[in-house]
């Protein structure tokens, strides 16, 4: 009798791909495409340190596999190559594999308790308040290249306003903002220095609970603390990572991906300018274009199964691949026909296990691209679209940097202090910052007869 094949290892003359290195991080949608043409929805992969996984492509697969916990969990403990010693302490996918008490990686009772105690804190937040934090952030920010004429949106918007955002809605000194930024991109690009990163954004999170249950205040953080749960301060120290990690790496690489759009494709800032497509609209299109997150890490097969043809084993890891199942054929057919309007992507994920924070995400991005492209009216890609260059990882992959160039108009909002000191418990949320006016004409200048699209389509409001 013949030796049955391994069910991770791909049929004979095809070689297994890996999720890493140069030919993953230069071209991920690439090597998608090519694992789907090899293997149909369900592929035979490698990740770090070469252990086998299986990459869900299909659309339709993707759900099966979020929306049935029972075949797939999310519980790591699962993993058959970390029971069997594969997977060391200091491995890179170490941060996000190792089990830990958060709602993501429990299911049944337990998976409920903690995800209500995270969902009900999260509906606290004010959605207005929210938005009126990310305008003042944004208008922050922008004020401290706006007198440039010039500026990377990436290293200067898309990637701080997040976190800064997100900081102040769990309670954090906003000093903590650009060192978290630094730490989060760290640990998702799984490097080397990952696993200390998660160790300084743990202990950063730990100090954080540890003075709000001195001294709590309305914020994300004391709401965890105190809701009727009980949660362990290892359990809130989890899912406040959970929630900043997600919140800021999905949302800076929304933000970023939509300017890059509204900069560079004729056709996509046409349907914007021409009242087609609002900026909500617009958000959902990059949504199933350019998902956030390309893949989702990870779900553990409870039993032998079967998924889109292959034959899954007990303990094997299989990776969500969100980018992948957005372009499925079987649903897309013609990626030229716009989806704006349609949230039955992929990029929150599906089931239990949907994000939670994905409306207080849109939040952010809506507001602070509003915010940027009214002060900025005039913005232009400051270099070629083609020497726009992004970096990837095995679950993301975001734009490098977006250099753009602009008329300087002044700091005329909030003053010359681009991030101020945190604001204490006691004093109020800050009121909404009004929407500044057209910026005076340069004495000498000619006044240019332009009038910017993005002006005319908010007039149209």
């Given at each position: 009798?013949?030796?049955?094949?391994?069910?991770?290892?791909?049929?004979?003359?095809?070689?297994?791909?890996?999720?890493?290195?140069?030919e993953a991080e230069a071209d991920p949608m690439g090597l998608y495409e090519k694992l789907r043409a090899e293997h149909g929805t369900v592929a035979p992969?490698?990740?770090?340190?070469?252990?086998?996984?299986?990459?869900?492509?299909?659309?339709?697969?993707?759900?099966?596999?979020?929306?049935?916990?029972?075949?797939?969990?999310?519980?790591?403990?699962?993993?058959?190559?970390?029971?069997?010693?594969?997977?060391?302490?200091?491995?890179?996918?170490?941060?996000?594999?190792?089990?830990?008490?958060?709602?993501?990686?429990?299911?049944?009772?337990?998976?409920?308790?903690?995800?209500?105690?995270?969902?009900?804190?999260?509906?606290?937040?004010?959605?207005?308040?929210?938005?009126?934090?990310?305008?003042?952030?944004?208008?922050?920010?922008?004020?401290?290249?706006?007198?440039?004429?010039?500026?990377?949106?990436?290293?200067?918007?898309?990637?701080?306003?997040?976190?800064?955002?997100?900081?102040?809605?769990?309670?954090?000194?906003?000093?903590?903002?650009?060192?978290?930024?630094?730490?989060?991109?760290?640990?998702?690009?799984?490097?080397?220095?990952?696993?200390?990163?998660?160790?300084?954004?743990?202990?950063?999170?730990?100090?954080?609970?540890?003075?709000?249950?001195?001294?709590?205040?309305?914020?994300?953080?004391?709401?965890?603390?105190?809701?009727?749960?009980?949660?362990?301060?290892?359990?809130?120290?989890?899912?406040?990572?959970?929630?900043?990690?997600?919140?800021?790496?999905?949302?800076?690489?929304?933000?970023?991906?939509?300017?890059?759009?509204?900069?560079?494709?004729?056709?996509?800032?046409?349907?914007?300018?021409?009242?087609?497509?609002?900026?909500?609209?617009?958000?959902?299109?990059?949504?199933?274009?350019?998902?956030?997150?390309?893949?989702?890490?990870?779900?553990?097969?409870?039993?032998?199964?079967?998924?889109?043809?292959?034959?899954?084993?007990?303990?094997?890891?299989?990776?969500?691949?969100?980018?992948?199942?957005?372009?499925?054929?079987?649903?897309?057919?013609?990626?030229?026909?716009?989806?704006?309007?349609?949230?039955?992507?992929?990029?929150?994920?599906?089931?239990?296990?949907?994000?939670?924070?994905?409306?207080?995400?849109?939040?952010?991005?809506?507001?602070?691209?509003?915010?940027?492209?009214?002060?900025?009216?005039?913005?232009?890609?400051?270099?070629?679209?083609?020497?726009?260059?992004?970096?990837?990882?095995?679950?993301?992959?975001?734009?490098?940097?977006?250099?753009?160039?602009?008329?300087?108009?002044?700091?005329?909002?909030?003053?010359?202090?681009?991030v101020p000191g945190a604001r204490s418990a006691a004093e109020p949320v800050p009121a909404p910052v009004p929407t500044p006016a057209a910026p005076a004409?340069?004495?000498?200048?000619?006044p240019s007869v332009r009038v910017s699209w993005w002006a005319r389509l908010r007039g149209r409001r």
């Amino acid at each position: 009798m013949s030796t049955p094949p391994n069910p991770a290892a791909p049929p004979p003359g095809c070689p297994a791909h890996r999720l890493y290195g140069p030919e993953a991080e230069a071209d991920p949608m690439g090597l998608y495409e090519k694992l789907r043409a090899e293997h149909g929805t369900v592929a035979p992969v490698l990740v770090q340190g070469d252990l086998p996984a299986w990459l869900v492509l299909g659309h339709r697969e993707n759900l099966d596999v979020a929306r049935t916990p029972s075949r797939f969990s999310r519980d790591p403990r699962r993993w058959r190559d970390m029971q069997e010693g594969k997977v060391p302490a200091d491995h890179p996918l170490t941060p996000m594999t190792a089990w830990q008490p958060v709602c993501h990686l429990v299911e049944g009772p337990e998976h409920e308790r903690l995800r209500g105690a995270l969902t009900e804190s999260l509906v606290r937040f004010d959605r207005r308040g929210v938005r009126r934090f990310v305008n003042r952030f944004a208008h922050q920010l922008i004020d401290a290249f706006v007198d440039d004429g010039k500026g990377d949106l990436v290293a200067s918007f898309a990637e701080p306003l997040p976190m800064l955002v997100m900081t102040q809605l769990v309670g954090a000194p906003e000093s903590y903002g650009p060192r978290l930024v630094d730490s989060a991109r760290d640990m998702l690009r799984g490097t080397e220095t990952a696993v200390a990163s998660n160790e300084y954004v743990t202990a950063t999170l730990r100090e954080l609970v540890e003075r709000k249950r001195a001294v709590p205040a309305r914020d994300f953080t004391s709401w965890l603390l105190e809701h009727p749960t009980e949660l362990t301060d290892d359990e809130v120290v989890e899912h406040l990572r959970l929630v900043m990690i997600a919140a800021f790496e999905s949302t800076a690489n929304l933000i970023a991906n939509t300017l890059r759009l509204v900069l560079t494709d004729r056709r996509f800032r046409a349907n914007l300018s021409g009242g087609h497509m609002t900026l909500p609209d617009a958000l959902e299109q990059v949504l199933w274009d350019e998902p956030p997150f390309t893949t989702i890490l990870g779900r553990w097969a409870t039993g032998d199964t079967e998924l889109g043809g292959a034959r899954i084993k007990a303990g094997d890891m299989l990776l969500l691949g969100l980018a992948a199942g957005n372009v499925d054929p079987d649903i897309r057919p013609d990626l030229s026909l716009p989806v704006h309007g349609n949230r039955s992507h992929l990029s929150f994920s599906s089931g239990p296990h949907e994000c939670p924070g994905q409306d207080i995400g849109r939040a952010i991005a809506d507001t602070g691209i509003d915010t940027l492209l009214t002060r900025l009216p005039d913005l232009e890609l400051a270099i070629p679209e083609d020497q726009l260059r992004w970096t990837s990882s095995l679950m993301s992959r975001h734009l490098v940097a977006l250099p753009v160039r602009f008329t300087p108009r002044g700091s005329t909002v909030t003053g010359s202090t681009p991030v101020p000191g945190a604001r204490s418990a006691a004093e109020p949320v800050p009121a909404p910052v009004p929407t500044p006016a057209a910026p005076a004409p340069v004495p000498g200048e000619r006044p240019s007869v332009r009038v910017s699209w993005w002006a005319r389509l908010r007039g149209r409001r």
